[in-house]
């Protein structure tokens, strides 16, 4: 994989540049020691200790939009909410964080969605996103048992490893229907577009992992006036 991008697929904001770049040597204004470059890569639940990797998290999702991947901003409040409340994946080379994804529900359970997902540039294509997903599904399954989990994402890749997981694709009626939810889409380039169809479809591919032993109707996608809409449904 050359290009993590998030998992959700948003969009991110040109204009702010809250944190320095995180390097290929791994540091954001401090050089990685040798000992944190030998260590071994950790993938685990988040602590509420980790809420100090926040400054660390902004800075690799920075980097990313950098490099051309549309992630979304999130803030420090977002982030650090994640982790104390034991719903976040972290990657520790040791005490470095490498690497970060978070849950979060909505529509009272109904749906979780995966976002946020970030992984240093120098760690890319070793497997280590799979690892990431992994955790956060199975922290998602403990958790929210009954939840649909659900994926909007650009990245080809991103969409490839879902699929892999066993996500399908959906029409964007599926989805929550929690406006908090859509309100993450506000930032993205291609938001206009998203409006005009009136939340029914965009350029992000749209998925879903249903709980196990769980079937999926189909829904006739249509628009907010409850007429049929033009994007297919599977």
Not at 37 to 43: F, L
Not at 139 to 150: E, G, N, S, V
Request: hydrophobic residues 40%.
């Amino acid at each position: 994989m050359s290009r993590l991008r998030s998992g959700t697929g948003r969009g991110r904001t040109s204009a702010r540049r809250r944190q320095p770049p995180v390097h290929r040597s791994g540091r954001n204004g401090h050089v990685a020691s040798a000992s944190t470059r030998d260590a071994p890569i950790v993938v685990r639940l988040a602590r509420p200790a980790d809420a100090v990797q926040v400054p660390r998290i902004q800075a690799l999702i920075l980097e990313a939009q950098i490099g051309g991947a549309i992630i979304a901003d999130r803030s420090t409040e977002y982030l650090a909410s994640a982790i104390k409340d034991r719903r976040a994946v972290v990657v520790m080379r040791g005490r470095l964080l490498v690497g970060f994804a978070a849950a979060h529900a909505w529509e009272e359970e109904r749906f979780v969605s995966h976002s946020a997902m970030v992984l240093a540039p120098e760690l890319r294509g070793r497997g280590i996103s799979r690892r990431i997903k992994q955790e956060l599904i199975e922290l998602t399954r403990r958790r929210w048992p009954r939840a649909a989990i659900m994926t909007l994402t650009l990245s080809t890749q991103v969409e490839h490893l879902n699929k892999s997981f066993g996500f399908v694709p959906v029409p964007y009626c599926d989805l929550t229907k929690d406006a908090e939810f859509w309100k993450g889409c506000e930032t993205c380039i291609h938001f206009a577009h998203l409006k005009r169809n009136q939340q029914q479809d965009c350029h992000c591919w749209s998925g879903l992992l249903l709980p196990v032993g769980q079937t999926r109707e189909k829904v006739i996608p249509r628009d907010a006036y409850g007429h049929p809409s033009a994007s297919g449904g599977g």
